[in-house]
């Protein structure tokens, strides 16, 4: 690849990977086959790395690549010799290449919400399918996430995902399933599996486990979006508005996460006048209306209270740390968690001393599933450095940034581990 090639070519990956999950999606539809559908998405995709740089990219490039993908389907289905009932009713509506008849032929494919990425998100959350592989195949297809990032979110290994991805996809191509949002009774069986799903979406975005960024914003819009349309389809489900509120509080601060290297700022330390209010707000609506429904004690809601407490403070001093930490007791209770343990010692460090966290973060550190979890370690450090023992918190913060995927979280946790050489000093 020359050099003049390589602008374009990231150009058409970056376009790529936001038209991707809508592509499959759509293609899946057609085909109903959620593999096939990838590999036909990826055909596009080459395509476009051939023809673009030439041609210049194309006015609608969703349009340009379903175009190319059905083209690619349709010659996929005659050599195969099957679904030829399918064959005709996709050459029928090739017969219009322009893009009014693409758009044309999208709208007639569109459920009864008019998405069809939740109609994918929910197809792949169907009951056939054991509800690991749901959350593994549903990032991999939506999330555009690889299996080495699903698996650490996960805190499993990466052949495991693998394997659950690869079995989930022959398990819904057997069931020949419609690929659409489902009528009221099957959407209820599904939705907390379909919640899970978009929130781990939002949670790649928010704080990418590999990589060299460590926020992914689009994620983030993505599964805000999706959780818009659950609170619609959804209106009376207190858990849809908990984890919406939770997102949108939490989107709130991706502004002001990152400073103008690209590198993490605590959130004790973040410009809170950088923080959306806009977003702030509707993620207060959305929790209001959590607890008016009687959400209150839901995973989701408490979060978003959690959130809300931090969204509530003018200044990181007068955030009210004794009530996270309550709420983090509570969190515990009703979805207990390894992460949600260290996230209350951290909380409790926060409100009643480093020594208090350090103490709890004892009672969790034989947790084989946190090994080999990089923020374990950082927050060990955290609590020492804050308990004025430098020497101590350099070793867990050099230990940390050993075992993160990401470039940025990395080179911040040296940095920190550089400055216990130092005075130590409150973060």
């Known amino acids: 690849m020359t050099a003049t090639s390589i602008e374009p070519h990231r150009a058409i990956e970056a376009i790529f990977r936001i038209e991707r999950a809508r592509l499959i999606a759509?293609?899946?539809?057609?085909?109903?086959?959620?593999g096939l559908a990838e590999e036909l998405a990826q055909d596009a995709f080459v395509t476009a790395l051939s023809e673009w740089p030439k041609a210049g990219v194309p006015a609608n490039p969703g349009a340009w690549l379903t175009a190319a993908a059905?083209?690619?389907?349709?010659?996929?289905?005659?050599?195969?010799?099957m679904l030829a009932r399918k064959h005709a009713e996709i050459g029928r509506d090739l017969s219009e290449e322009d893009e009014a008849g693409?758009?044309?032929?999208?709208?007639?494919?569109?459920?009864?919400?008019?998405?069809?990425?939740?109609?994918?998100?929910?197809?792949a959350c169907h009951p056939v399918l054991s509800p690991d592989a749901r959350?593994?195949?549903?990032?991999?297809l939506i999330g555009g996430l690889t299996t080495d990032e699903i698996a650490r979110a996960y805190l499993v290994s990466e052949a495991t995902?693998?394997?659950r991805i690869v079995r989930a996809k022959r398990v819904l191509g057997k069931a020949g399933l419609s690929f659409e949002v489902p009528r009221e009774s099957d959407r209820?069986?599904?939705?907390?599996?379909?919640?899970?799903?978009?929130y781990l979406i939002f949670n790649e975005g928010y704080s990418a486990t590999a990589g060299g960024d460590l926020t992914r914003p689009a994620l983030c819009a993505e599964a805000q979006r999706l959780g818009r349309i659950?609170?619609?389809?959804?209106?009376?489900?207190p858990e849809v508005f908990g984890l919406l509120a939770l997102m949108e509080i939490q989107a709130s601060r991706l502004a002001a996460r990152l400073d103008p290297n690209g590198m993490p700022i605590p959130l004790t330390e973040q410009n809170r006048a950088r923080w959306d209010r806009l977003l702030i707000h509707r993620g207060l609506a959305a929790l209001e209306r959590a607890e008016a429904l009687g959400g209150a004690h839901g995973p989701y809601a408490l979060q978003a209270a959690l959130a809300a407490c931090h969204a509530r403070a003018n200044r990181a001093e007068e955030t009210d740390w004794r009530r996270i930490s309550g709420l983090y007791d509570a969190l515990r209770a009703v979805m207990p968690s390894p992460v949600v343990d260290l996230n209350r010692?951290?909380?409790?460090?926060?409100?009643?001393?480093?020594?208090?966290?350090?103490a709890l973060l004892d009672e969790i550190d034989r947790d084989a599933d946190l090994r080999n979890y990089a923020p374990l370690p950082a927050a060990r450090g955290d609590f020492l450095f804050r308990a004025g023992r430098s020497a101590e918190a350099k070793v867990q913060f050099e230990r940390a940034a050993a075992l993160s995927r990401n470039d940025r979280e990395r080179a911040f946790l040296l940095r920190r581990a550089s400055a216990c050489s130092g005075p130590g000093e409150t973060m």
């Open 135 to 140: 959350v593994a195949l549903t990032l991999r």
């Open 161 to 163: 995902v693998a394997q």
């Open 230 to 237: 659950l609170a619609g389809l959804a209106p009376d489900e």
């Open 102 to 123: 693409i758009a044309a032929i999208e709208a007639a494919m569109d459920d009864d919400v008019g998405d069809e990425l939740l109609g994918l998100i929910f197809t």
């Open 188 to 198: 209820r069986d599904r939705l907390s599996s379909v919640l899970e799903v978009v």
């Open 345 to 358: 010692a951290v909380a409790h460090s926060m409100a009643f001393g480093p020594e208090a966290g350090l």
């Open 70 to 81: 059905k083209r690619r389907a349709i010659d996929r289905l005659r050599r195969d010799r």
């Open 26 to 34: 759509r293609l899946a539809r057609m085909v109903r086959d959620v």
